[in-house]
């Protein structure tokens, strides 16, 4: 699961490429990858842009929603990869936004473990799988308490908090307040989650991409706010003040995957860089370097220990139990809820 909505664009140019003689005229493959920000390693790709002489260049969404509008609008033929939700995939499948995977392509899916399963339908490759949660100031907030009840009851507010601009984890947070079922079909449970979202929208301090909420608590403008484990892993390593936790009521888990988009511009190259990150030691490196869970099992033996101890990367099997992972949605649930996230956007 985180930047503006401004769309940045960073493009690496490795040693390599920059070696290349003036009078060479032999084009330079280019990668084009549709990700969040900060969710991916730098590394990782300056060494795959050397290894196999290449150029990659990286666009960041904010949200699963603006990124199926681009693929629809007609991106799905700009980019070769995008990374996706095991949520939103099928989606991405049905609209044809997306390619099958060339399987032989990808020999290192071997490392993948008990998780080769994860391959949806030959669409994609397992990438992370997180936790969206509370991350929140250690030292602002004594005894904080773990619960929604924290963002929804005005009388158990603890300072400034903010929600997060992702449809799923902060309307799921809203249910899971209710005691209602994180994939509810029930137009009547969404219109109460609904009533109690607008109300603590007018006591927070706003709606953000993960990083920025995450900025906000590094600058001590709000105590608490919702984010992805990973997001808040990265802030932790700046600020040691910044933890994280799952509210006793619950929060989402989710898996990403990356997929190819049906017009890749470089299929060959995109199998290339799916399998590269499927390679152990690779595997190991982005996760250690993005502070995020790899389902590589082979991988684990090359994750650093402090994070395989880390529990905001790995939360225990206890807490484990009381994660939900946001399904896809038919379409006359997703419409309730986009009724409830349009709703929720509006409203001052």
Known sequence: MMSSKKVVIMVFSSALLAGLSVGATAPVSSLNILNYEDYLSKDVVTAFQKKFAVKVNLTYFDSEEAMTARLRAGDKNKFDIVVASTAALPTLAREKLIRPLTLSALPNLKNLGAATDLVLQRFSVPYFFGVTAVAYRKDKVKNFLPTWRVFFDAGLQQGAFAFLADRRPTVGAALAYLGVDWNTTSAPDLAVAQSVLLEAK??????????????????????????????????????????????????????????????????????????????????????????????????????????????????????????NYSRSLDATTNKLFDDVWVAFNKAR
């Not at 910044?242 to 989402?252: C, D, K, Q, R, S």
């Not at 799916?274 to 869970?293: C, E, F, S, V």
């Open 202 to 323: 007018k006591r927070s301090f706003g709606v953000f991409d993960s990083p920025k909420n995450l900025d906000l608590l590094k600058a001590g403008k709000i105590n608490y706010a919702l984010a992805y484990n990973g997001d808040t892993v990265l802030a932790a390593r700046v600020n040691k003040n910044i933890g994280f936790l799952i509210p006793t009521e619950g929060a989402e888990t989710y898996e990403d995957h990356m997929a190819i988009t049906i017009g890749s511009p470089n299929a060959k190259l995109a199998h290339q860089f799916l399998n590269y990150l499927l390679d152990a030691k690779i595997a190991a490196k982005n996760a250690d370097d993005t502070g995020n869970a790899t389902p590589v099992e082979a991988a684990l033996a090359f994750v650093k220990k402090e994070n395989q101890q880390n529990p905001m990367i790995y939360p225990p099997y206890y807490q484990r139990e009381k994660l």
